[in-house]
Nanobody, 118 residues
Framework: QVQLMESGGGSVQAGGSLRLSCAAS????????MHWFRQVPGNERERVAG???????TYADSVKGRFTISKDNAKNTLYLQMNSLKPEDTAMYYC????????????WGQGTQVTVSS
């Protein structure tokens, strides 16, 4: 059973940077789809960035040019580098893995809080 553990969240001022990590335990194929989502209370969970079945990274328009997703297959770890942070980036951030790139096999992490103050 795959388990995901996010880390790296915290509080920063606008314009600052954070790097989130998502460490996976258990086997994850290098072809698995992996994502970062975020959620503000009362809102739906929003996909921020991820690797789809093509292996290419895609981003939400709201974070393009500021956030960068990467992964280290040897370490089974997914990263999200967040630069030029804005107060509207404040949210709980979750990583997710779709085994076999099938959403019905999605596994979620527990989340890490990011708070950006103006």
């Amino acid at each position: 059973q795959v388990q995901l553990m996010e880390s790296g969240g915290g509080s920063v001022q606008a314009g600052g940077s954070l790097r989130l990590s998502c460490a996976a335990s258990g086997y994850i194929s290098s072809s698995a789809c992996m994502h970062w989502f975020r959620q503000v209370p009362g809102n739906e969970r929003e996909r921020v960035a991820g690797y789809g079945s093509s292996g290419s990274a895609t981003y939400a328009d709201s974070v393009k040019g500021r956030f960068t997703i990467s992964k280290d297959n040897a370490k089974n770890t997914l990263y999200l580098q967040m630069n030029s942070l804005k107060p509207e980036d404040t949210a709980m951030y979750y990583c997710a893995v779709d085994r076999f790139c099938r959403t019905q096999f999605r596994v979620w992490g527990q989340g890490t809080q990011v708070t950006v103050s103006s």
